[in-house]
């Protein structure tokens, strides 16, 4: 008897699971998540080779590449418009798989679309959240069920085989297992998200990073022009300190996040910004609107299992939005959590087997990211030459950028080298239940 395996979260890392567990032989899997349903909601994301990779093995490529940009380029700008640095990406660095801009809610509407047609209607549960967990002295969990109305309607408790937390950074599941670790703790930077309607000939064809050591923007497309629509969704993050912005007191890690608020309270901070011919007070100007959230992250957890318990995704290595590892690592946890179920028949071995596989080099990566990652360029070249300069490599040699970008990929396993091996987590066909 197979068993059956309960994911608190339907988001990317949640909906993963879901498919990679089936795929590994785990038909008996329910996901239950607080949304009544699956929106097109959000802003934009980056999924590096090794992410494509594995929704490549899960045969869900196809669906997700539809609606999504292959990014071909990053770039990094000094505040001042001079580039620091331009790197190939995807296919042009000579991976075996694209790197993916897209939506979230493009995302997750295909994953949801796969797991209702591969696991079933029933197996995607919305409306509903964990809210709480006991463990058993079997290990077990015994899960306490909340509706989003407060009602009770059928089951309010579950006690699955195995409990999955995917519930992002203020998961339940989480704060179960650690009692009292509190609020995710924040830096002091705030970040504005949305996404806008651009001329294609104003998007740009590539994916750029800017600002100096206090002040950033992230801008990319998500969407390709068509005939139909000529235009491009392009996405767009900015960050600063809260200091330095009026009223930001009113924003604060407690209960606002994600407020929506005008574009206009915080334009006028990146006027003049231009890079290579995208202007970003005009994408900012294309928005119907904006949220504003505190840039939070997680501590490193010193364990992720507790008997048939575990975590992944956020709930598990929340780090700060650098580098394009948030939904990235969210997948490759999905499928190596799945590999480890069917390689041990002991689900309370397999999740430990998971864990030590991932939580150390998650933990390195969570930490890196607060050091800034690759984005660290930017703050060197400020540092050097704060007013701007006329030859980068004057300022930061191109060894120098070289190591800071190579260091990065290997901290993640997203070198070239390590994902052209292929995927490490296929199961033998032996393995299967």
């Known amino acids: 008897m197979t068993p059956h395996i309960l994911i608190a979260g339907g988001g990317i890392a949640g909906l993963t699971a879901a498919l990679a567990l089936h795929a590994a032989g785990f038909p008996h899997v329910t996901v239950v998540e607080a949304a009544p349903g699956i929106r097109p909601v959000g802003a934009g994301l980056n999924l590096m080779p090794n992410a494509v990779r594995e929704l490549d093995a899960l045969g869900v490529l196809d669906e997700v590449e539809a609606g999504a940009v292959r990014t071909r380029e990053l770039r990094y700008y000094h505040r001042s418009g001079g580039l620091i640095s331009r790197e190939a990406r995807g296919l042009r660095a000579g991976y075996r798989w694209p790197q993916l801009s897209v939506h979230r809610g493009h995302l997750q509407f295909v994953l949801a679309e796969a797991v209702r047609e591969r696991l079933g209607p029933a197996a995607l549960v919305g ?29 309010t408790s579950l006690r699955p085989d195995v409990l999955i937390g995917a519930d992002g950074i203020r998961s339940t599941v989480r704060a179960a297992l650690n009692p009292g670790e509190g609020e ?15 001329d294609a000939r104003r998007a740009g064809s590539f994916m750029f990073i800017a600002g100096d050591d206090r002040q950033k923007a992230v801008v990319y497309p998500v969407s390709e022009p068509t005939l139909r629509r000529p235009d491009t969704l392009v996405n767009w993050a900015l960050a600063m300190p809260a200091d330095r912005i009026a009223n930001a007191s009113s924003t604060s890690t407690r209960g606002d996040w994600n407020r929506p608020v005008p574009v206009d309270s915080f334009l006028h901070h990146y006027e003049g910004w231009e890079f290579d011919g995208v202007s970003v007070p005009d994408v900012l100007r294309a928005a119907d609107g904006a949220f504003v959230y505190p840039m939070v992250d997680r501590e490193p957890l010193t364990r992720w299992t507790h008997g048939r318990t575990t975590l992944i995704g956020d709930a598990a290595h929340a780090m700060y939005p ?16 799945a590999h480890a179920m069917a390689l041990h028949r002991d689900p309370a071995e397999a999740l430990a087997a998971y864990e030590g596989e991932r939580r150390p080099a998650m933990t390195e990566l969570q930490r890196a990211n607060r050091r800034l990652g690759p984005e660290i360029v930017i703050n060197l070249a400020h540092r050097r030459a704060p007013g701007g300069f006329t030859d980068i490599d004057d300022v930061i040699p191109p060894h120098e950028r ?26 033998p066909v032996s393995a299967l239940p």
């Open 402 to 427: 070289a190591d800071i970008a190579a260091r990065y990929a290997l901290t993640g396993a997203f070198d070239p080298a390590t994902v052209n091996l292929g995927s490490p987590y296929e199961v």
């Open 127 to 155: 409306g509903v959240r964990v809210s709480g967990l006991d463990l058993l002295p079997d290990g077990r969990p015994r899960v306490r069920l909340e509706h989003r109305d407060g009602a009770t309607r059928g089951l």
């Open 184 to 198: 995710p703790p924040w830096n002091g930077m705030l970040v504005w998200r949305g996404v806008s309607r651009v």
């Open 322 to 337: 650098i580098g394009s590892n948030g939904a990235t690592q969210s997948i490759v946890d999905a499928r190596a959590l």
